[in-house]
């Protein structure tokens, strides 16, 4: 046979040079010349196909597992003094050495892409490969360390930012589409701001972004934060003049960071650029989807034939043009959708995606807005309402304690008011 010949049903050479070159980096060999293993490594990966990849990933997942010998006696010396020095041996033997060959990975040029588009790519199949779960947990794991906060730097991104990000943004928004140059034109105009973290192991590409409205008042609907409107000056002027910080989207850009927390910081420091700025703002509030509110309460028993016969009015297309219909339904699904946004976690209730992140960072429920977004996406998670969660200096910190130690809903008069 001759070396291009291939055996039917055994791997691809490719995939079996990938695996050869990911033992090395951990042998003696790997300890010397980790880098050039390494380069190897990412061009042969770059050469597989998807069924290559799928099994290299396999491969990754169940090999380099801790020594078990070693891991059963670090065990045992530990329940038998349990001293630090013994539980530090403990967690040095449980350490799997995938991540060590993950780390060595990571010193190819574009190697911490490459470990990104990784676990973006086996999120699909955890369910049906549960052996895959070790290697997203380890990935995970070196991200938290990698992209931590220390490393990010906050760059504010306007219409002189490179087009390659500026394509970016509009690729990446995940709450309210961008469509097309003029939109993107007008979320960055003078009453506009929008500000990214960056990292550098990914430059140009963002990490996470946020869109901040400069208005006056606590705007309580989408469309008006996204029209077009070509004079610059008079939004120059509407900034000057603006009293309130609304944050509309906040969008995470690499899947394969999923899990990493980047927002909290990120609604922090933007809080900061803006203060610095504009020195007259006295309100910084988000202008939040619910995206659970209908899943939640299609789930739930309604009381009453009037309410159920209500609600049945809901699966009527365009049932929000109709002014006598929505006078009907809004005090009904105001009070339900308060209900579900001031359930307590500490008694076992699902929260909110949206919610948890926003109170979990210290804002308070403020407001619910009935009709906020009437775009199709918004009226198949909650028939259109939106809320306000308000970011305020003093409370944060009180707020944050309240929901993380007792999951108390931190919330304001005119939410009590519709329960």
Known sequence: MTHAEHIPGSPPASLDQARQLAAALLSERGEASGALIARQLQQTMRALDADGRHGFQSYLASAFQPDAAALQDAAKRYLADGTAAAAAALADAADPPRQ?????MNMAPGGTASLIAMRSEIAGRLGSEPELKLLDADLKHLFVSWFNRGFLELRRIDWQSPA????????????HEIKGWDDLRRRLAPDRRCFAFFHPALPGEPLIFVEVALVQGLATAVPPLLVQDADQDSAGLRAAHADTAIFYSISNC???LRGVSFGNFLIKQVVEELQAEFPQLKRFSTLSPIPGFRRWLSQQPQSGGNEVAMLRELDREGWWHDAATCETLRPVLMRLCAQYLT?????????DPVARFHLGNGARLERINWLGNTADRAMAESFGIMVNYLYDHDSIERNHEAFARVGEIVRSPQVDALL
């Open 254 to 256: 690499q899947d394969g």
């Open 164 to 175: 390659a990000v500026l394509e970016k943004l509009i690729a990446y928004e995940a709450v």
């Open 100 to 104: 060590e060959v993950l780390r060595r």
């Open 343 to 351: 359930r307590s976690p500490a008694s076992g209730n699902r929260i």
